[in-house]
């Protein structure tokens, strides 16, 4: 459950950074 969670966390915060970092 907990692995779960930290999983779905660690693909939200990638994702929010790939957004940041391709955001001109």
Do not use: E, N
Not at 2 to 21: D, E, P
């Amino acid at each position: 459950m907990a692995l779960g969670i930290a999983t779905a966390f660690i693909l939200y915060f990638t994702r929010y950074a790939v957004q940041m970092t391709y955001d001109s």
